[in-house]
């Protein structure tokens, strides 16, 4: 079986909480919400869930524990869709934690438990590169996606990136190659910042090379695609109502992508990743209020009064 698709990143089990302000050192703050359970997570898994949601024929390279949390993600990964030959369980290790903190602002504090993944060792042997069209590096621990990336680049799989500004991911000598390596590339405002930093340029279109792709994310503000046939902005698409923005980025990534696979031009993957972000912000956790084709069409057309068709 062809896959579309290889993501990786941190998995994470999410605890996301409400609380009523942001505290300070020494400062005490109180969880408005709370749960003992947490829901599914990790960017890279985010966008293989929800891209399996829409048809496209994906897998997900991942290192989770061999405990309750790990076993359960893998399965639930299966019942979705996702192809799971490169997940691996990690015997005597526990899954990675993510505790994000929200205040009334939208503002987050964030806690994250590397776990299993943060122990992974190498080698790295990906199974069925020679069966993959393309490779989506995330956040992740930096040794494993060094290593996934030098397998995708050495089976000539396009890469593509999704940035974080996190340096114990993607460490400054990381930033270079991976920008040079990849087709697209996916990042927010910071993120750009980020990385036009490292890089000691003052633009993104400078660092581009006229193969390569890159949508910069605003939030409420849409979206810019840098491609070879100039820039286009779109705009976001706003939520029936609004619940929690955890994962909306991931929303994007994966509604550009399947636009992508199946053909469509920049301008419409980007408004497809702006619908599938609206959806993700409706629901608490970043898979749980994910669309099929079917929905993420129809708000299409409802918000843009047009078929990409």
């Known amino acids: 079986m062809t896959?579309?698709?290889?993501?990786?990143?941190?998995?994470?089990?999410?605890?996301?909480?409400?609380?009523?302000?942001?505290?300070?050192?020494?400062?005490?703050?109180?969880?408005?919400?709370f749960s003992s359970s947490g829901s599914y997570g990790g960017c890279g898994l985010n966008v293989a869930v929800a891209l399996a949601a829409l048809g496209i024929e994906v897998g997900t390279a991942a290192v989770l524990g061999e405990d309750p949390e790990g076993l359960g993600y893998e399965q639930y990964l299966r019942s979705k869709g996702v192809k799971t030959d490169n997940v691996i369980c990690l015997p005597g290790s526990a899954t990675s934690r993510t505790y994000v903190f929200l205040n009334s602002a939208g503002r987050y504090q964030l806690f994250f438990y590397p776990g299993a993944a943060g122990e992974w060792k190498p080698p790295l042997s990906l199974k069925g590169l020679e069966n993959t069209r393309a490779c989506l590096v995330t956040v992740g621990a930096a040794p494993y996606n060094q290593a996934f990336v030098d397998e995708a680049l050495a089976a000539k799989i396009p890469l593509f990136w999704q940035l974080k500004s996190d340096v114990q991911a993607y460490p400054p000598e990381q930033l270079d190659r991976f920008m040079r390596a990849s087709k697209l590339m996916f990042m927010n405002e910071a993120e750009c910042r980020y990385l036009l930093g490292v890089l000691g340029a003052a633009r993104l279109e400078d660092l581009l090379k006229d193969?390569?792709?890159?949508?910069?994310?605003?939030?409420?503000?849409?979206?810019?695609?840098?491609?070879?046939?100039?820039?286009?902005?779109?705009?976001?698409?706003?939520?029936?109502?609004?619940?929690?923005?955890?994962?909306?980025?991931?929303?994007?990534?994966?509604?550009?992508?399947?636009?992508?696979?199946?053909g469509f031009t920049p301008q419409a993957c980007a408004r497809l990743g702006a619908v599938l972000a609206s959806f993700v912000i409706e629901a608490v956790g970043c898979q749980t209020n994910l669309p099929g084709w079917v929905q993420l069409t129809e708000r299409y057309q409802a918000f843009f009064h047009e078929s990409f068709i």
Request: proline fraction near 6%; glycine fraction near 12%.
């Open 3 to 33: 896959l579309d698709l290889l993501t990786t990143g941190y998995p994470s089990i999410d605890f996301i909480y409400n609380v009523s302000r942001s505290p300070q050192e020494d400062e005490t703050a109180i969880l408005e919400t």
């Open 211 to 262: 193969d390569q792709t890159a949508i910069l994310t605003h939030g409420i503000q849409g979206s810019d695609v840098y491609c070879n046939t100039g820039l286009v902005r779109v705009p976001a698409v706003p939520p029936g109502h609004f619940v929690d923005s955890t994962g909306a980025g991931d929303g994007f990534t994966a509604g550009y992508l399947a636009g992508h696979f199946k």
